[in-house]
């Protein structure tokens, strides 16, 4: 945590305590600041919520933090070494809320809780204070509040450690935890892909080794991600971390968790480390490891997501994402589970159809699917629930949950159960649902009372008739209320005073308080014979009769075995269904696939989505395709939507389709739809088109749009081939890219070269399925040169001078680009249009007087290229010295022009 105070840090004031001269000021602080000092010591980078009563107080520099961050009134406690010991506070009922604001600020806090009961401490006499101690670490990736949760969003704590697989290659291996639910899974990466992994995950945390978090390149990718990066100073050897996973689930062999790689391993080790370490003792339900295979899924860097809009646009939002779009989930625990899937589709055909087949089963039977939808709404939140049970934050209302989750489930499969024709992903979810022991709800239900406090120590939740001996200590409870009531009364005739009332604070107990000049005459005989005098207020006097003293004794006695019952037969039930916590766990599983299945087939049914034909081939075919966002924001304004047709399929590579058209005429749309089908198509959705074919994706790539990155000193079109270079180093020739007007940041001539170089590699090397968009007119003369490359156009219509666009996808190149007309829709003042169009006219007629000429075939730089049988000998010479990887685009330029003018002066 980064210090922004005026006040110094507690290991300054700890020296300064030990200066000549300063004995005598440091004896003269308080017990409680003391033990302040102490346990902060202990937490030096974490605010230190410190219980006081009702209110978490934090003091010193955490206190001017904490107020600037809150926005709360910083005031003083006492002094230290000569200062004002600045000092705010929290009330401990809304400490959730101050708590979610502090963490997504960036703060760790520590949660100090008194650990003795006060009586203890008063037995020690002079100024012993409470004994206290931090009993956890707040954290991004470690939070389980409900209030502080999203509930449809996971929240994952990811560890990171590297190893070195070569002496020039490393991996890495990824362990991903959320402790809200328990999830565990490990995966491990090479260096190209970390970005893609992470990205996948979106953690709340990270957390890595020291030693890996001091690499430039590693901290700079978690900065460019904005992942909050947590460094731990402790790395595991390889049996260091077997050791630490077999203790901590209690196995005797890490055999039964696949073949899990040494970096996998060690990832997971630091993962428990941390959640040791930050929940001080308690142990989380959390799920055995499972690895994950990075193939397994589409790869799909950040900055493509970002540029999609797959679970946030470019501004933050969920609103305007393919998620928001999608998602008709009705649990939290489907909520989660499609937004996982959503970003992970899957890459193995067999497992896609599975889905497919749950899907498409739930879509044709919408009887079944309505009844499966008002089930699932009944079902509240299981894997969270039983999360807080298993680390001792849980409360009355978490049973009830549980409870109700459990008899949901069981209904579920009961109605699924019944279907002998289940595709196989259904009937594993219904087994799943329904494998929980009937009892353990039972149980529950037995025990509960009907109004639920949310605290244990509130007290009056468990039902009437259902504990004998708590019958009895709450009628004891209960009845002293009354007898409270008749002492009243009695003591009033006998004081002769209607103005005496029997009042209760923590400080005096019960009292009798009666007004100033009644209370002198209990002073007197016979009176002070009944009444001891207690207290003097400024218009009232207080007692205490012996009485009373032994009644309050008893009220105590029974409140506090009514309490202690009740807390006995929440552990009693608690340890009941963790007992069952793997099978609850496999049941919160199933819901959320039932959910999922039954989300997707209704979005389906509602838009008139169809299923997608997924193979191993190099397919792309998409028959009257629509963009799932932009389709559904038009429908709520009555507006529909051109689908358009996509065809980019080839035997052995992949076809580039060049898109021309004006600006606003629907060009990104088109690419970022295609891309959009693909994803929801690999993750096992119905599609929005007539008709979807698709060859399996493995990697998904998108440069659309770019901005600076001013924090790092990259420009707009730095930016731009950046990602413009990672996707040229890794698409394979199963990979689909769709590039939006590369080039264009530049000098025309300088993004031109590059687009049509660019063009040229992906035809060549990554042959990949590729949508190209540009305003590059000259690029569509490739469509003659390259067999894989075909032109598309947008449709437009000039009606009477003014630019209709039509959306309409058909085969051709646009002639012109229609930019000065989409100036004039923008609004441009009327004498600049008109300047614009003379200006233009007048560049048209002079670049038709001299064209240059760009035949592929004169740049064959790449292997494969349509290269002529013979080459002249100083061309080739010329050609061997060119070296592209160390061209700038002008140089590139100047290399073409070059080696032209050979060719022409050889014949």
């Given at each position: 945590m980064q210090r922004v105070t005026g006040y110094p840090p507690f290991s300054a004031l700890r020296r300064a305590a030990d200066r000549p001269g300063r004995a005598e000021e440091a004896a003269k602080i308080t017990p409680l600041i003391a033990q302040y000092i102490e346990i902060k010591s202990v937490n030096p980078d974490c605010l230190l919520f410190y219980r006081l009563g009702d209110f978490y107080e934090l003091f010193f520099a955490d206190a001017e933090v904490a107020s600037r961050a809150l926005g709360i009134v910083l005031t003083k406690r006492g002094k230290h070494m000569g200062r004002d010991i600045p000092m705010c506070g929290v009330p401990v009922e809304r400490a959730d809320d101050y708590l979610s604001r502090l963490i997504a600020l960036g703060h760790c806090v520590a949660v100090c809780e008194q650990i003795e009961d006060p009586a203890e401490a008063r037995k020690r006499g002079g100024q012993s204070v409470v004994k206290r101690d931090v009993v956890r670490l707040v954290t991004p990736g470690t939070i389980t509040e409900e209030k502080l949760l999203d509930p449809a969003r996971a929240n994952c704590l990811v560890a990171v450690v590297r190893q070195r697989a070569s002496e020039t290659q490393s991996v890495y291996g990824i362990a991903s935890l959320d402790i809200s639910t328990g999830a565990f899974s490990v995966s491990e990466v090479n260096d190209a892909a970390l970005g893609a992994e992470l990205a996948r995950i979106e953690a709340a945390e990270v957390v890595a080794p020291e030693t890996l978090c001091v690499d430039q390149g590693f901290a700079r990718l978690l900065g460019e991600m904005r992942l909050p990066l947590t460094p731990i100073g402790r790395e595991f050897a390889d049996a260091a971390a077997e050791r630490r996973l077999l203790e901590y689930f209690g196995l005797a062999t890490l055999d039964g968790l696949g073949d899990l790689s040494r970096a996998e391993t060690a990832a997971a080790a630091v993962a428990i480390f941390y959640i040791e370490r930050t929940q001080r003792g308690a142990r989380p339900a959390l799920s055995l490891p499972t690895r994950i295979r990075f193939d397994a899924h589409m790869e799909i860097d950040a900055p493509t997501r970002a540029n999609l809009e797959l679970t946030h646009t470019l501004a933050g939002s969920r609103e305007g994402t393919l998620l928001a779009a999608v998602d008709s989930t009705v649990t939290p625990g489907g909520g989660r589970l499609l937004a996982a899937r959503l970003a992970a589709p899957l890459t193995e055909t067999a497992a896609i159809d599975r889905r497919l087949d749950a899907v498409c089963f739930l879509h044709e039977e919408r009887s079944l699917r309505a009844d499966l939808c008002v089930r699932l709404k009944a079902a509240p939140d299981l894997a969270r629930p039983l999360s807080r049970l298993s680390l001792q934050r849980s409360g009355p209302r978490d049973l009830a949950a549980l409870r109700d989750g459990l008899l949901a489930a069981a209904a579920l499969a009961a109605r699924l159960g019944a279907r002998a024709d289940l595709p196989a992903e259904l009937a594993v979810s219904a087994k799943q649902a329904g494998g929980v022991d009937p009892a353990v709800a039972a149980a529950l239900t037995e025990a509960l009372a009907a109004d639920l406090p949310l605290k244990v120590r509130d007290g009056n939740f468990v039902r009437t008739g259902y504990d004998a001996q708590l019958d009895t200590t709450r009628g004891l409870r209960d009845e002293s209320r009354r007898v409270i009531a008749e002492l009243q009364s009695r003591y009033s005739a006998l004081a002769e005073s209607r103005q005496l009332k029997i009042k209760h604070n923590n400080f005096l107990g019960f009292f009798i308080e009666v007004p100033q000049a009644q209370g002198e005459r209990l002073l007197k005989p016979p009176f002070n014979a009944t009444f001891v005098h207690r207290q003097t207020m400024a218009d009232a006097m207080r007692f205490s009769t012996a009485e009373l003293a032994e009644l309050e004794t008893k009220i105590a006695s029974a409140a506090e075995s009514a309490l202690t019952r009740e807390m006995e037969i929440f552990d009693r039930l608690a340890g009941r269904i963790l007992a069952a916590e793997r099978p609850i766990k496999a049941a919160a599983d199933g819901l959320a696939a039932i959910d999922v299945a039954a989300a997707l087939a209704e979005l389906a049914d509602a838009r008139g989505w169809t299923r997608p034909e997924i193979d191993s081939s190099l397919s792309f075919v998409v028959e009257a395709g629509r963009h799932p966002v932009v389709e559904a924001a038009l429908a709520r304004s009555g507006q529909p939507f051109v689908a358009n047709d996509c065809d980019l399929s080839g035997e052995d590579v992949g076809r580039i389709a060049v898109v021309t058209g004006p600006n606003m005429a629907g060009k990104s749309t088109y690419l970022r739809q295609n891309a959009l089908i693909s994803v929801l198509a690999q993750m096992g959705s119905f599609v929005p088109a007539a008709r979807c074919k698709i060859g399996v994706v493995d990697r998904l790539f998108s440069r659309v749009g770019a901005a600076d990155d001013l924090a790092r000193g990259r420009s707009t079109f730095m930016v731009e081939m950046v990602e413009t270079a990672a996707i040229l180093n890794q698409a394979t020739r199963r990979s689909l890219v769709i590039l939006d007007e590369i080039g264009r940041g530049t000098a025309t001539f300088d993004g031109l070269a590059i687009a049509w170089a660019v063009m040229e590699y992906l035809h060549e090397k990554n042959r990949s399925r590729t949508l190209f968009a540009t305003h590059f007119h000259e690029l569509t003369h490739l469509a003659k040169q390259l067999r894989n490359v075909v032109n598309l156009t947008i449709r437009v219509a000039d009606w009477k001078g003014d630019l209709v666009f039509l959306h309409e996808i058909v085969k051709g190149a646009a002639d012109q680009s229609y930019g000065v007309q989409v100036a004039k829709l923008a609004g441009l003042p009327a004498v600049v249009v008109e300047r614009a169009q003379k200006l233009l006219a007048e560049f048209?007629?002079?670049?038709?007087?001299?064209?240059?000429?760009?035949?592929?075939?004169?740049?064959?730089?790449?292997?494969?290229?349509?290269?002529?049988?013979?080459?002249?000998?100083?061309?080739?010479?010329?050609?061997?010295?060119?070296?592209?990887?160390?061209?700038?685009?002008?140089?590139?330029?100047?290399?073409?022009?070059?080696?032209?003018?050979?060719?022409?002066?050889?014949?």
């Open positions: 048209e007629a002079a670049d038709r007087q001299r064209p240059v000429e760009r035949p592929v075939t004169d740049l064959p730089l790449f292997a494969g290229a349509n290269v002529p049988p013979e080459r002249p000998a100083k061309l080739t010479a010329a050609l061997d010295a060119v070296d592209p990887n160390e061209l700038t685009p002008r140089q590139a330029l100047e290399a073409l022009y070059k080696l032209k003018a050979i060719r022409q002066a050889d014949g």
